[in-house]
């Protein structure tokens, strides 16, 4: 009777080590995988925080050339001049693979409701431009492109720019309108919170 009971207190005895030892295997386990996720997040978000900065920096340089080149034209129009119509390279904006695909939500599906908000406010300003930036290239092209370029064509005898194409002004100004307010969107909101993430999810 003695040896049963010994017997029955070793075995309960090792099966409580077996399940500790299983309890401290899971624990160690998930912490691994908890660490493991915080690294990679951190490793994106510094990915993603260095595209920001040299996508607003690119973005800010686009801005300025638009602008410069609407004053010059308005200055050229105010004193009864054919300022030359030509086109703009949107080339560096139409590859928003990095910034488009990152302001996503699935990547941020842990952070907050705050955060979301902001990245699906970029998400479709993004694509808001994009499709002007496409819609006002091909107009240009169609407009500059095939056929001769004759001032005759685009202005009337007081040297003003035809109704038929305004456009080529107004959606110009259009479109750096919404570049602005995305690098502000950039500058006050996805890079600071960006930082404050990576702060978080430092090791």
């Known amino acids: 009777m003695e040896k049963k009971k010994v017997f029955f207190v070793k075995l309960g005895l090792e099966l409580v080590i077996v399940f500790i030892g299983m309890t401290l295997a899971i624990f160690v386990n998930n912490y691994q995988n908890v660490k493991d996720e915080q690294k ?5 978000f510094e990915t993603f925080l260095k595209e920001l900065n040299n996508f607003e920096n690119s973005t800010d340089i ?9 004053n010059e034209f308005s200055k050229e129009m105010d004193q009864k001049k054919r300022p030359k119509l ?3 390279d949107f080339s560096f904006f139409s590859n928003t693979l990095i910034i ?10 842990a952070i ?7 990245i699906s406010r970029g998400t479709s300003l993004i694509k808001v431009i994009n499709q002007k930036i496409q819609n006002y290239k091909r107009n240009t092209a169609q407009l500059l492109y095939f056929q001769e370029y004759k001032s005759d064509r685009f ?25 602005k307010k ?22």
């Open 112 to 118: 907050g409701s705050k955060f979301l908000s902001s």
């Open 182 to 203: 995305f690098s502000e969107m950039i500058k006050k909101g996805a890079l600071p919170e960006t930082k404050q993430l990576i702060k978080a999810n430092q090791l």
């Open 86 to 88: 030509k086109s703009i």
């Open 155 to 179: 202005y009337d005898a007081n040297n003003q720019l035809r109704s038929e194409y305004q456009w080529y002004i107004n959606d110009l100004k259009e479109i750096v309108d919404h570049l």
């Open 62 to 70: 686009l801005i300025k050339k638009i602008d410069t080149y609407l």
């Open 100 to 109: 488009g695909s990152a302001f996503t939500e699935d990547n941020f599906s």
């Open 40 to 44: 990679a997040r951190l490793i994106f």
